[in-house]
């Protein structure tokens, strides 16, 4: 099992940046491919990326697709989201969650652990 806390959230201007981040707490988190998802009010959680348990591979919704980047540090039990260009459609709040699979999957179905989130809010 493993336990999930992001951070990093918060109110910036359209064409700026944030960096979210995850920690994960529990055993043998290279075992679990990592993703980010989100959340805007009145809207289904949608796939933003996913990065594999090694870290050696990544994929990402269109929408966010060189804007975004997810990355992890084994090490540390950690997962990061920069993200660049900001604007005000991410307005969202923004998940880690976690799969004990092999494959990155893009439907929140997939992911067995969740973390409670973070604001993530893009001004116009």
């Known amino acids: 099992q493993v336990q999930l806390v992001e951070s990093g959230g918060g109110l910036v201007q359209a064409g700026g940046s944030l960096r979210l981040s995850c920690a994960a707490s529990?055993?043998?988190?290279?075992?679990?491919?990592m993703g980010w998802f989100r959340q805007a009010p009145g809207k289904e959680r949608e796939f933003v990326a996913a990065?594999?348990?090694?870290?050696?591979?990544?994929y990402y919704a269109d929408s966010v697709k060189g804007r975004f980047t997810i990355s992890r540090d084994n090490a540390k039990n950690a997962v990061y989201l920069q993200m660049n260009s900001l604007k005000p459609e991410d307005t969202a709040v923004y998940y880690c969650?976690?799969?004990?699979?092999?494959?990155?999957?893009?439907?929140?179905?997939?992911?067995?652990?969740w973390g409670q989130g973070t604001q993530v809010t893009v001004s116009s």
């Open positions: 969650a976690a799969a004990n699979s092999y494959g990155m999957g893009s439907y929140p179905y997939e992911y067995e652990y």
């Open positions: 529990g055993r043998s988190f290279s075992a679990y491919v």
């Open positions: 990065i594999s348990r090694s870290g050696g591979s990544t």
